[in-house]
């Protein structure tokens, strides 16, 4: 099983069990080919008053694509710690008619290395992802940025 | 019943049957006095991997105080027709360790008349509005700002 094969199936994993409403949503984690998570949901249990996916749904997959990009970020970095989203906003473009799928791409090295740095030096840091939900004709349909911040126990604190 | 009680059974039913995922977030219209209407959900079937609400959950209760006001207004108006969210943002200020309850106030009159006059002379309009979240203890630990659109067909456009 490739390393990122073996990444997804841990994430799928780990949001299913730590957010149990993942499974109410019907989340898949579908793919990740170390560049870009792909986060599937169907639209049934998702769906609203104008047979189309609840913003509400869409927000929480977007949420979830950028907190799991966070978290392969974290394991390929051989780091484990805390994730949580500090503030988001979303624009709703088009209606979502079928099963949709969140997509989170890896934000540019230098961010991601300037990430890193902070979050072992302090402990904490903030990283900034562009989440964009594609409907079946693979159109964006929500684009929605989030501002996460990670949390790690540093080497100090566990010895001091 | 007074109004309000009767329009917030009314508002609880239609959640739980237009967005099923209302359900699986446990959410309750609490109240509603005319001025403020608050909806609650139990942390239990929200919780995270932190044992505090999931932001989703918390996005998705508040993105729902916010289409409830709007579906209150048309409703104490004579209007009906479809509302949707066109854009939001969070800051998610504080975790929530218990059951919570989302409040979303109504706009200024000036604000809610000119969104009535131009959806009486357009069939579409736009209203702005703000959901707290408060934790059990109180406090605001999500602040939330949504644009929603509500359309109605104009009398022109049934007679033509």
């Known amino acids: 099983m490739s390393i990122e094969r073996a990444d997804i199936r841990a994430l799928q994993d780990v949001l299913h069990h730590e957010i ?3 499974q109410q949503i019907g989340l898949v984690a579908e793919d990740y080919d170390g560049e870009c998570l792909a986060l599937h949901a169907p639209l049934a249990p998702n769906i609203n008053h104008k047979s189309t ?4 749904s869409l927000n929480a997959t977007a949420t979830l694509a950028g907190w799991g990009l966070t978290w392969l970020l974290l394991r390929e970095h ?3 710690g805390v994730i949580v989203i500090h503030e988001s906003s979303a624009r709703y473009e088009l209606p979502v008619a079928d099963d949709f799928v969140a997509t989170c791409r890896r934000p540019p090295e230098h961010a991601i290395e300037r990430f890193l740095a902070a979050l072992r030096r302090r402990g904490k840091a903030r ?3 562009t989440v964009e ?5 693979g ?7 989030g ?5 790690i126990e540093l080497e100090s604190e566990r010895q001091g």
């Open 139 to 145: 159109r964006v349909a929500v684009v929605f940025t």
């Open 133 to 137: 939900i594609l409907d079946a004709a």
């Open 53 to 56: 996916a609840f913003a509400g």
């Open 147 to 151: 501002s996460y911040v990670a949390f």
């Open 20 to 22: 149990p409403l993942s």
């Open 127 to 129: 990283l900034a992802l």
């Open 78 to 80: 051989g780091l484990r």
